[in-house]
């Protein structure tokens, strides 16, 4: 019996130092289109475009990469957003009727948002018994006038507020109410209802003492400011919903809920008017929909653009979701398939000049941005370099690619481009180009690629801050489904009138669920790839610069090996289309493997340099020469009595080891809480405040941040809660018992290939390893023939596959990768990087070893003999499980030349451990994604160099980095022209920082924007950054996972204390009771 002991030790101070060299956990930036937007705003000065969310996130975007993010305190809708026209500044209205002003603040040359005021108006008369204000009700539209410095705010009650916008106070006695309009109105309109809500405001461009003012009876008053009398009166009488005022302020145009608009001269007859110039209704005659807004923009020409939201005709479109946009005799209508939450055009707006000249119009949807090219013929769509919809079709998968050779990333930008080409005029440009970013080029290309359920793979460039989509692989053309009949019936029930034109790309609706994409592999140096879809699918596709014309084999695998009494109830599997098909430029199916039965397929990996590929599903795993078209191998992981599982109990045997096992973990943990409760709480507490950040290895520890009376006040309580909690919920007992007749323990979670010794320790050569939900790994000894010189196809000699070893954890949690580490405990380089010499040679001449992990546990054996070397055990005391495992390449921001190779997990907590390699050594623990986030937790995949991505919604991928080097961060500045004295000085709370230890710390005051400055980060790094850049833009926890801030020692929690205590401890307690584990027998069976 092997016993392992490890002697506890003080922390090294220069190891601490290289950690805080190595390791630093950020969230970066946001990728994708923001969660449920709900408000726009553009600054046609700056050229910046503002997203508000239901979350009260605040999202301004420039040229690519250049991108500020914000959150308000209250978790308020965003209701409204207006710039200060070239100041960099954002006044933004919540649901809630709150004003928040918002700045641009630039510190050592970079930017980032800062909320500089808010101002929660009183909702009742004598609210704040401070001020004799009237009530303000609720706010339904604000305008800024005189440059920015005054704003009027129209409310629910039909009054007109005035706010000083540079302190966000009310003015007093420049308030307008509904009674001292109704002066200026005739006697017979004055009668009956009143004038209701102000729907909207206007300024004039020229005179900005005059301000129009529409009320939701349909009331029009052009207000004189300076004479506080109404110059213009339109008596309008049906339900208002929008107006616009043309430039040069003779014509207005308004908008009304039974779809129509009207066109009235301001100019024209004496005041009031009764009657519009034009009154229309675009699609009537029958009962429309309301116009929601309405734009007004004129032309040189004489042809002016009309542009509009809704009015459709109620009983045949009115679920549809469209924006018309009408210039002389041309009208389109703009079909979305998500809802229009606004829109803008992008214009001239200096008043000198006499027309608007639409560039641009751009319409935020409920699900995507799309933007139009106004100035070329037929109006097309301009690509977005970023917001694009991640979620078009629901992201089932994702896998990042690193280091992408330059010539495979041309080819795919090219294919890209050959997919959505653009017409040769230059004005089919994207609009919104504020900003500069500061952030250099990237040093090296990085590929995200996303799997979806329609069965397209998006390839994305994630090089840099702006996720640019670059080309989209579909895999539905190669099956027989029911999709083109079904848009051929719906083209042909298509009238022409209205004129619809489908715009965007968002389609959350699948033809098939069948196609939806599981798995995705890519090699980078022959630029082949994999894609496995829900019915058991696998398609081996090749890069090629040429349309073409091929049919596709197809070859069936059997995982059950004609196993009996198995039927297969689910879902049939997908039919491929016989003959010679026409595949674009891209990539192109070569093979078609089919499992069966047709269960989704749970991994997948390629192996280019030998031709193969192995995949696995439910039921068992396969192995298929892509070359030869040939399958080498097929084994079937179902257990032996899964068939069974419904007979009845366990066998006696099964019953008695499974009762004795149990026995012992019950004593061993009565012992580990009779320790626990004979330890004094003073003790407790004096080693939490005593230990620098224990294993963790960080500086900040919890008494700066929490009291000592409240952490005595903690341990007292998980004193008396300890016991009680583990007989509630024991966690080992809980996790480690499995049946082996588990219904899922066949499942297939990963496959490897190495070039290992694997039968004696003199030879190494070609293998392949499986790991199963059971517990079980398969290692496979592979006879892979050398292909010929300049040929892609291999010799007549098949591919031959023997097992080798066969590894079964004795506690039978589900292997989650497997990973062979060379002569010097490094990972084995990927295919074709030591034959081309683009990596480091594997040492073969020392002895080899596999890591194995599991969801509890990582464990190193030795090869040939598999014999244990080092283990880790990280669900014996602190309960979670190990959902995602990468090996990832940490290079040190001191040295240039000095980099470690770690492991990476995510447990099911949502926290993110980085181990030394081939140690083991817990080096750094950070809290990531809330544990609640399950989906999150799903999405995460990390990179091969210490950054991940993984999804907040289902529209945005939130990227962290693990790296104190590779950061990849907004770095950008915004040309803003407002007085420099206008910055107040405020004591406000700076945004949560991510220490090297995982513990957040707060920093008070707008003057030190960092807990500790580490000098280091601006020293040998890939990206040479500024030292304030630790709080980019969009640093702030993101505003869809709910993180929370500790703002002041008032508001910790007893909940908070306890996680501060455990994620110092947890690593220690994992040193401290490793001699107590190893003491057990070995776990591992070899069969």
Request: proline fraction near 7%; charged fraction near 20%.
């Amino acid at each position: 019996m092997m016993k392992f002991r490890f002697r506890r030790q003080g922390a090294d101070p220069q190891r601490e130092k290289l950690k805080q060299e190595l390791f630093a956990f950020h969230k970066t930036v946001e990728h994708g289109f923001p969660n449920q937007p709900s408000a726009l705003a553009f600054d046609p000065e700056l050229r910046i475009m503002a997203i508000g969310t239901r979350s009260g996130a605040v999202k301004i975007y420039g040229a690519p990469g250049v991108e500020f993010t914000g959150l308000h305190r209250d978790a308020a809708t965003v209701t409204q957003m207006h710039f200060l026209p070239g100041q960099g500044r954002l006044l933004t209205l919540l649901d809630d009727s709150s004003l928040h002003l918002w700045e641009v603040v630039h510190h050592n040359g970079c930017a980032h948002l800062e909320e500089a005021l808010h101002h929660q108006p009183p909702s009742r008369p004598g609210f704040d018994g401070a001020s004799g204000l009237p009530s303000l009700a609720r706010i339904t539209v604000v305008l800024l006038v005189a440059a920015g410095d005054l704003a009027a705010l129209g409310t629910e009650g039909g009054s007109v507020f005035f706010l000083d916008v540079p302190t966000l106070t009310l003015l007093e006695g420049q308030t307008l109410g509904p009674d001292e309009v109704l002066r200026s109105v005739p006697d017979d309109y004055r009668c009956g209802k009143a004038l209701g809500p102000v729907e909207s405001l206007q300024g004039h461009l020229r005179d900005p003492t005059k301000i129009l003012i529409g009320y939701s009876r349909g009331l029009l008053v052009i207000w004189n400011r300076a004479a506080r009398c109404a110059d213009r009166i339109f008596l309008g009488n049906q339900q208002l919903e929008s107006v616009c005022w043309e430039r040069s302020g003779r014509t207005l145009v308004s908008s009304h809920s039974d779809g129509s608009y009207a066109v009235w001269a301001t100019d024209a007859g004496d005041s009031p008017t009764t009657q519009p110039t034009v009154a229309t209704t675009p699609y009537g005659p029958f009962p429309c929909k309301a116009i929601s807004k309405i734009l007004w923009r004129n032309c040189a020409s004489g042809e002016h653009f009309i542009v509009f939201s809704g009015g459709m005709p109620r009983a045949s479109y009115g679920d549809r979701h469209c924006v018309s946009v009408l210039q002389a005799e041309t009208l389109v209508t703009l079909d979305f398939t998500s809802r229009v939450i606004d829109f803008f055009t992008v214009h001239s707006t200096r008043p000198e000049d006499e027309f608007d000249e639409p560039q641009a119009l751009a319409v935020l949807l409920e699900e995507e941005l799309v933007v139009l090219d106004l100035q070329t013929p037929g109006w097309p769509a301009v690509p977005a370099p970023y917001l694009a919809p991640l979620h078009s079709s629901a992201i089932t998968c994702s896998a990042h690619v690193a280091n992408v050779p330059a010539k495979l990333w041309a080819r795919i930008v090219s294919a890209g481009e050959q997919q959505n080409p653009q017409p040769a005029s230059g004005a089919s440009s994207w609009p919104i180009t504020g900003g500069r970013n500061l952030a250099q080029e990237p040093t090296q290309r990085g590929l995200l690629l996303t799997g979806h359920e329609d069965g397209t793979v998006r390839f994305w460039d994630a090089s840099g801050v702006a996720l640019r989509p670059l080309y989209k692989l579909s895999t539905a053309g190669l099956f027989q489904t029911d999709c083109e009949h079904a848009d051929s019936l719906a083209q042909a029930a298509e009238d022409d009138w209205p004129p619809f034109r489908k715009v965007g790309c968002f389609d959350p609706y699948s033809d098939d669920p069948r196609l939806g994409v599981q798995k995705v592999a890519l090699c980078k140096y022959t630029a082949q790839m994999v894609v496995a879809g829900t019915a058991g699918q696998v398609l081996v596709l090749e890069l090629s610069d040429e349309p073409s014309d091929q049919a596709v084999g197809v070859a069936s695998v059997d995982l059950l090996q004609d196993r009996e009494g198995f039927t297969w109830k689910g879902h049939e599997r997908l039919s491929p289309r016989t003959g010679p098909l026409p595949w674009p430029a891209g990539f192109q199916p070569r093979a078609l493997v089919q499992c069966l039965p047709p269960a989704a397929v749970t991994a997948v990996t390629l192996h280019a340099e030998w031709g193969l590929v192995a995949f696995g599903t439910s039921h068992g795993f396969g192995l298929f020469d892509y070359l030869r078209r040939s399958p080498v191998l097929a084994r079937c992981t179902l257990h032996p009595n899964d068939s069974l599982a419904m007979e009845g109990p366990l066998s006696r045997v099964k019953s008695l080891k499974k009762s004795l096992r149990q026995s012992f973990r019950r004593i061993r943990k009565s012992r580990v809480s009779g320790k626990k409760r004979s330890t004094a709480a003073s003790s407790k507490v004096g080693q939490a405040a005593g230990r620098p950040g224990g294993a963790t290895g960080g500086k900040a520890g919890l008494p700066s941040l929490v009291p000592l009376k409240l952490q005595e006040a903690n341990a007292q309580l998980a004193e008396q809660a300890g016991p009680h909690d583990v007989e509630v919920t024991p966690v080992q007992r809980r996790i480690e018992p499995r049946s082996a007749d588990d219904s899922l323990s066949g499942v297939v979670r990963c496959l490897y290939f190495a070039d290992t010794f694997l039968r004696d320790a003199a030879h190494h050569g070609p293998t392949m390893w499986a790991g199963t939900n059971s517990g079980s790994v398969f290692a496979y000894a592979l006879e892979v023939p050398a292909a010929a010189a300049n040929s892609d196809r291999r010799p007549e000699r098949a591919v031959e596959a023997v097992l080798g070893k066969e590894v079964q954890l004795m506690h039978r949690a589900p292997v989650v990768a497997v990973a062979v580490l060379d002569g010097r405990g490094r990972p084995l380089p990927e295919p074709y990087e030591a034959s081309r010499d683009l990596a480091q040679a594997p040492d073969m001449q020392g002895g080899h070893a596999v890591l194995i992990a599991s969801e509890e546990q990582f464990k190193v054996f030795t090869l040939p003999k598999v014999s244990a070397k080092t283990k880790f055990k990280l669900t014996a005391h602190e309960g979670c499980r190990v959902r995602k495992v990468a090996l990832a390449t940490f290079a040190s921001v001191a040295c240039e030349d000095y980099a470690e190779t770690c492991l990476a997990c995510l447990t099911n907590l949502g926290d993110v451990h980085v181990f030394s390699v081939p140690g083991l050594r817990p080096q750094v623990h950070y809290a990531c994604i809330r544990k609640e986030d399950i989906s999150g937790i799903a999405s995460c995949v990390f990179t091969r160099h210490g950054q991940g991505f993984y999804l907040i919604s289902p529209s945005e991928f939130e990227r962290f980095s693990l790296s104190a080097r590779n950061i990849t961060e907004p770095l950008c500045s915004l040309d803003i022209s407002w007085p420099r004295d206008a910055m107040r000085a405020r004591p406000q709370e700076s945004p949560k920082l991510s220490q090297a230890n995982g513990t957040p710390g707060v920093v008070l005051g707008p003057q030190s924007r960092s807990g500790s400055p580490d000098p280091t980060r601006s020293e040998g790094t890939d990206t040479p950054e500024l030292p304030e850049a630790t709080l980019s833009p969009t640093s702030v926890d993101s505003a869809t996972s709910a993180d929370t801030t500790l703002d002041t020692t008032g508001d910790v929690t007893v909940e908070d204390v306890k996680d501060f205590l455990g994620s110092s401890e947890e690593s220690e307690k994992n040193l401290r009771n490793l001699s107590e584990d190893e003491a057990r027998a070995c776990p591992i069976l070899i069969g």
